[in-house]
């Protein structure tokens, strides 16, 4: 019973809350979310439907078909990475698996030797190099490239192509190798752009499938990738530097390049190139760092040395490249300076004697030679390279 002069609010029931005809949604004026009269005026709208007719807020009825979901895309993409598993990384199960599988999908066999009639080692050097600098642009994840390398070997060990195709296989890898380690993969129309549209999209679609097909579905190889983790994380000396994975990682990229690793087991490549990686950063002893490998990995410590060794050659060789192209460059710059400074040099000095004609004519015919201003200045000398 309600007192006198107070006003009974009835109780808002399911069912006028969902009419039959459709939802009841209250006007623009009365929604508004944040506001201080929301729940006022929310209880004042929602009313019971034998109250309806009485009540002064206005209702609109609306059917399903009228509603609309909106999403919202944010342009930008987010780099963030979540971060490693403890479990994982540090159960011993997950390094025995990964050694235990990692010959199921390695590259048979040298497809250089018999399958491969048109294709030379240099051609996988060129176009392998040329994959990483794509990775490199579009910042794909460090585990795309050497992934995408893995598809581009087995491939060619299942079927004999044209080196015209060569192009074209790599970006198949790694439009799928993309789609495989990437929240984002890279599409087509990129893919297409970084051959300066030699490559068409319909073409990377349909040999998409022609690569699937001979890799016979088996698409999540393991790389020397996978190791690194698992390996920093048992070795007391893998935490203590922050950049020895980021040269680790930078190590297997450059011998995924290098047609004499092709046949070389993950687990052997990862351990070889954290060496390396240790030695150029004077992390630990050489003697911790072999025993801390080979008991992870159980690979012999001469044969890690061994591979140390070419890892390091193939480095002071790609350092030595890069020097020499940056004088070849620094060369060339200098050169088109010389010859831009000497071809306007020589315009001066062809057009000197048409300033000279003019100017003596415009005295002979204005006035007396002292009244004239020369418009060559006499310290100018014209001289051609």
Same mark, same amino acid.
């Given at each position: 019973?309600?007192?006198?002069?107070?006003?009974?609010?009835?109780?808002? &029931?399911? !069912?006028?809350?969902?009419?039959?005809?459709?939802?009841?949604?209250?006007?623009?004026?009365?929604?508004?979310?944040?506001?201080?009269?929301?729940?006022?005026? @929310?209880? &004042?709208?929602? @009313?019971?439907?034998?109250?309806?007719?009485?009540?002064?807020?206005?209702?609109?009825?609306?059917?399903?078909?009228?509603?609309?979901?909106?999403?919202?895309?944010?342009?930008?993409?987010?780099?963030?990475?979540? +971060?490693?598993?403890?479990?994982?990384?540090?159960?011993?199960? =997950?390094?025995?698996?990964?050694?235990?599988?990692?010959?199921?999908?390695?590259?048979?066999?040298?497809?250089?030797?018999? =399958?491969?009639?048109?294709?030379?080692?240099?051609?996988?050097?060129? =176009?392998?190099?040329?994959?990483?600098?794509?990775?490199?642009?579009?910042?794909? +994840?460090?585990?795309?490239?050497?992934?995408?390398?893995?598809?581009?070997?087995?491939?060619?060990?299942?079927?004999?192509?044209?080196?015209?195709?060569?192009?074209?296989?790599?970006? %198949?890898?790694?439009?799928?190798?993309?789609? *495989?380690?990437?929240?984002?993969?890279?599409? #087509?129309?990129?893919?297409?752009?970084?051959?300066?549209?030699?490559?068409?999209?319909?073409?990377?679609?349909? $040999?998409?499938?022609?690569?699937?097909?001979?890799? +016979? $579905?088996?698409?999540?190889?393991?790389?020397?990738?996978?190791? #690194?983790?698992?390996?920093?994380?048992?070795?007391? $000396?893998?935490?203590?530097?922050?950049?020895?994975?980021?040269?680790?990682?930078?190590?297997?990229?450059?011998?995924?390049?290098?047609?004499?690793?092709?046949?070389?087991?993950?687990?052997?490549?990862?351990?070889?190139?954290?060496?390396?990686?240790?030695?150029?950063?004077?992390?630990?002893?050489?003697?911790?760092?072999?025993?801390?490998?080979?008991? =992870?990995?159980?690979?012999?410590?001469?044969? *890690?040395?061994?591979? #140390?060794?070419?890892?390091?050659?193939?480095?002071?060789?790609?350092?030595?490249?890069?020097? %020499?192209?940056?004088?070849?460059?620094? !060369?060339?710059?200098?050169?088109?300076?010389?010859?831009?400074?000497?071809?306007?040099?020589?315009?001066?000095?062809?057009?000197?004697?048409?300033?000279? &004609?003019?100017?003596?004519?415009?005295?002979?015919?204005?006035?007396?030679?002292?009244?004239?201003?020369?418009?060559?200045?006499?310290?100018?000398?014209?001289?051609?390279?």
């Amino acid at each position: 019973m309600a007192p006198q002069g107070a006003t009974a609010t009835a109780v808002p &029931s399911t !069912a006028a809350m969902t009419p039959a005809n459709g939802l009841t949604a209250t006007s623009p004026a009365s929604t508004s979310i944040g506001s201080s009269s929301s729940s006022s005026s @929310s209880a &004042s709208s929602f @009313s019971s439907s034998s109250s309806s007719s009485s009540s002064n807020s206005t209702t609109t009825h609306f059917g399903l078909s009228e509603l609309s979901c909106e999403e919202i895309i944010y342009e930008e993409v987010d780099n963030r990475f979540a +971060e490693p598993d403890r479990h994982m990384i540090t159960d011993d199960r =997950v390094i025995q698996n990964l050694i235990r599988l990692e010959r199921l999908t390695m590259p048979p066999c040298n497809y250089f030797a018999g =399958v491969q009639q048109d294709i030379k080692p240099n051609m996988r050097k060129i =176009v392998t190099t040329w994959m990483l600098e794509v990775c490199d642009e579009q910042k794909c +994840e460090e585990q795309t490239f050497p992934l995408a390398v893995n598809f581009f070997d087995r491939f060619l060990c299942a079927l004999p192509i044209d080196r015209y195709h060569l192009q074209l296989l790599g970006c %198949c890898t790694l439009l799928l190798a993309s789609k *495989i380690r990437q929240c984002q993969p890279l599409t #087509v129309d990129v893919l297409s752009a970084y051959t300066d549209h030699a490559v068409s999209p319909d073409q990377i679609r349909n $040999w998409e499938l022609l690569l699937i097909s001979k890799l +016979e $579905w088996n698409i999540n190889a393991v790389t020397a990738y996978d190791y #690194v983790d698992h390996i920093l994380e048992r070795a007391k $000396w893998g935490s203590d530097d922050a950049r020895l994975r980021e040269h680790a990682h930078t190590l297997i990229h450059v011998c995924n390049t290098e047609t004499i690793f092709m046949q070389v087991e993950p687990s052997l490549l990862a351990v070889s190139c954290i060496a390396s990686a240790t030695r150029g950063l004077n992390v630990s002893t050489k003697l911790a760092v072999g025993y801390d490998l080979c008991r =992870v990995t159980m690979h012999d410590l001469e044969k *890690i040395d061994v591979i #140390v060794k070419i890892i390091e050659e193939i480095v002071a060789r790609e350092i030595a490249d890069k020097q %020499c192209q940056q004088q070849q460059q620094q !060369a060339a710059q200098q050169q088109a300076q010389l010859a831009a400074a000497g071809s306007s040099c020589k315009e001066q000095f062809q057009q000197a004697p048409q300033k000279l &004609s003019a100017a003596s004519a415009n005295s002979n015919s204005s006035g007396p030679p002292q009244q004239q201003q020369p418009e060559t200045p006499t310290d100018v000398q014209f001289i051609y390279f």
